[in-house]
């Protein structure tokens, strides 16, 4: 018996069905190889495909012949009984002299998106993941419309069609049923496409992603030149976002645990997830495929690096999960992310940024599947990423934009961004119903939830705080109870820490606060220092008027804060680790906002330093927060 190799042959044609091949396959007018799985006083039982089963009778069959049970036979259709019962007749063909042709299943697919409960159906699709539970195995399979879980079982705990493989092309027929809500093909059969068909069905399912996963065209919600060059950057990691949502590619999401780290990743991780629930027939999907990560540091550190490695490779061994796409927000622009990046470099872990800190392109670039900041265009700090990332997650569902208006205005309040345009924002919030004092408000509670959560997402009570997705009426109450009490705790602070305040005047002429916040303060508790700092500062701008640095310690960090001072933290950094061999200089930030790291024993010399560094710098009324700084 020989395959069909296209070559002219003088042996005999015999036909072979597929696996998922069905009587209405069958013509009578062609001869197909069968496999005895039976022998009777009155024939034999043959089998030509998983579905297609029948007798030939004795009386058809040579008598001298010795049948017995994986025998191979030759045979054309005899006929199709009303009951169901097929017959067929011998040929009298060797098998091992006929040539082989395959015969494919003729049937009509149907889309993932058209399947109606209680009916049979056939899909086409790329295997996306294939999970092994205590009973069935669950084959999520992805096709021009979606993807839908086909359960197949064996027996329990054991692996149904152990031969198929994540990536595979599949055909699968079987039963649409409704569990818990969502539907899932019970599974009869399932095969490996091959050859022409699964090229064809390759193309086809690649054309569907590719345009499915196109970023919807907004409009910005306000006009802001300075914001245009970073669209087609957002455009970027909009279709990179979607098409690893059509994929079934899980999303880690890490963001700066600060109000503008929050603006960011919330509105994103909710567009994110009606479109998870737009593809995925699971209704929990979003749940598996979505983690959404506060950093407390504002670039990614080997420890969350190692975390998310360590849970990634486990959910690909325990769920069959592809490996994830990471996405930075607000935080992943700079040198110390590299570290961490080249680490999962190692397992092809595409990673995205959306990030506002100064850059290190040089860096980071060959890192990175894409890259939205706008140092990269010339802008600076004042677009925050919480501005650009609802202009994001319009892109990946425009929806949800009545949700979002006001969330850019919080974004700049709790980023103290000082851009023309935060008068556009605050128009756009007063038309939603949000005052000045209210994002204020709201701000003051995000940093006050951030700073109890620590590490934990937060996700109700975030959106909550942030009115996205949420309960209006919760969120007026909540909002009102977070900001009183982050309020108490900061004049806690301040009435602790103000007395040993240090101040002197730099030789540009600016006001330079010092303040020991590891023992002039309260520690463990709200504020932290970075925050405690920042409002210090503040009251020290507002009582001066004049330009103002300020410079929170510790044993081995200092977060720095200037009002009028175009201090270029980056730069300061960058100097300080090249002047001070042994001080362990680490750190960035932005113009105005930043902090750094540095061993222990050499405070001291890296503070004097610092301090002698701001004292050269340049004053700026434009980074004032008494004046409004142009677009540029």
């Not at 900041?373 to 990332?389: A, F």
């Not at 540095?598 to 700026?620: P, S, T, Y």
Request: hydrophobic share 40%; net charge negative; charged share 30%.
């Amino acid at each position: 018996m020989t395959a069909n190799s296209g070559l002219a042959s003088d042996d005999p044609v015999v036909h072979e069905l597929r696996v998922a091949c069905t009587v209405e396959d069958l013509d009578p007018d062609t001869r197909y190889l069968a496999t005895i799985n039976g022998v009777v006083e009155y024939g034999v039982f043959v089998d030509l495909s998983d579905e297609v089963s029948g007798l030939v009778h004795e009386s058809a069959l040579d008598s001298e012949a010795d049948y017995e049970v994986g025998d191979r036979l030759v045979v054309t259709l005899d006929q199709v009984r009303e009951n169901g019962d097929v017959a067929f007749s011998p040929t009298g063909i060797d098998p091992e002299s006929a040539t082989v042709e395959e015969v494919e299943h003729s049937y009509e697919t149907t889309q993932t998106s058209d399947l109606a409960t209680g009916e049979s159906t056939h899909i086409e699709g790329e295997v996306v993941q294939i999970k092994q539970t205590g009973g069935p195995t669950i084959f999520q399979v992805r096709d021009e419309s979606g993807i839908v879980p086909c359960t197949a079982f064996e027996s329990a705990g054991v692996r149904a069609h152990p031969d198929v493989e994540v990536g595979d092309i599949v055909h699968v027929s079987g039963d649409v049923e409704e569990r818990e809500g969502a539907r899932q093909v019970e599974v009869e059969t399932l095969s490996t496409l091959e050859g022409e068909t699964r090229t064809a069905a390759e193309e086809r399912l690649g054309e569907a992603l590719a345009e499915r996963a196109e970023p919807h065209e907004i409009e910005p919600l306000i006009e802001w030149p300075a914001l245009d060059p970073m669209l087609s950057g957002l455009e970027e990691v909009a279709r990179l976002i979607r098409r690893t949502v059509l994929e079934g590619r899980p999303i880690r999401m890490r963001h700066h645990a600060d109000g503008d780290g929050m603006c960011a990743a919330v509105p994103v991780a909710l567009a994110i997830e009606r479109f998870i629930a737009e593809v995925h027939e699971d209704d929990d999907a979003a749940q598996h495929l979505l983690k959404r990560l506060p950093s407390k540091a504002p670039f990614y550190e080997m420890e969350d690096a190692t975390r998310d490695l360590n849970y990634s490779l486990g959910d690909r061994a325990r769920h069959g999960q592809k490996l994830p796409l990471l996405l930075m927000l607000d935080n992943g622009s700079t040198e110390e992310d590299v570290p961490a990046y080249e680490t999962l470099a190692h397992y092809d872990i595409p990673i995205a940024a959306v990030d506002h800190h100064h850059p290190d392109p040089e860096a980071v670039e060959d890192l990175l599947a894409a890259h939205v900041n706008p140092y990269l265009h010339g802008e600076d700090y004042r677009i925050t990423t919480g501005m650009l990332c609802v202009e994001l997650a319009r892109m990946i569902d425009p929806t949800i934009t009545d949700e979002l208006r006001h969330v850019p205005a919080v974004a700049g309040i709790a980023d103290r961004s000082k851009a023309d345009a935060m008068e556009q924002y605050l128009d756009l919030a007063r038309e939603e119903g949000y005052d000045e004092a209210d994002l204020e408000d709201v701000s003051e509670a995000l940093d006050y939830a951030a700073h109890w959560l620590r590490y934990s997402a937060g996700r109700s009570l975030i959106a909550d705080v942030l009115d996205v997705g949420s309960d209006t009426d919760r969120h007026a109450e909540l909002v009102d109870f977070l900001a009183e009490r982050a309020r108490r705790d900061i004049d806690d602070q301040l009435e602790a820490a103000m007395p040993h305040l240090e101040r002197d005047r730099l030789d540009n002429g600016a006001h330079l606060c010092r303040i020991d916040v590891e023992n002039h303060a309260h520690r463990f508790t709200f504020p932290a220092p970075g925050t405690t700092t920042g409002e210090i500062h503040d009251r020290v701008v507002e009582e001066t008027g004049d330009p103002v640095i300020t410079i929170g310690y510790g044993p081995d960090f200092a977060v720095l804060r200037s009002d009028g001072v175009r201090l270029d933290i980056p730069q300061m950094v960058s100097e300080l680790v090249e002047e001070i061999d042994g001080g362990g200089v680490s750190g960035g930030g932005h113009l105005v906002v930043g902090s750094i790291k540095f061993v222990a024993g050499m405070r001291e010399q890296v503070l004097d330093a610092l301090v002698e560094k701001m004292g050269e710098a340049e004053i700026d009324e434009a980074l004032s927060s008494a004046e409004t700084a142009t677009d540029g």
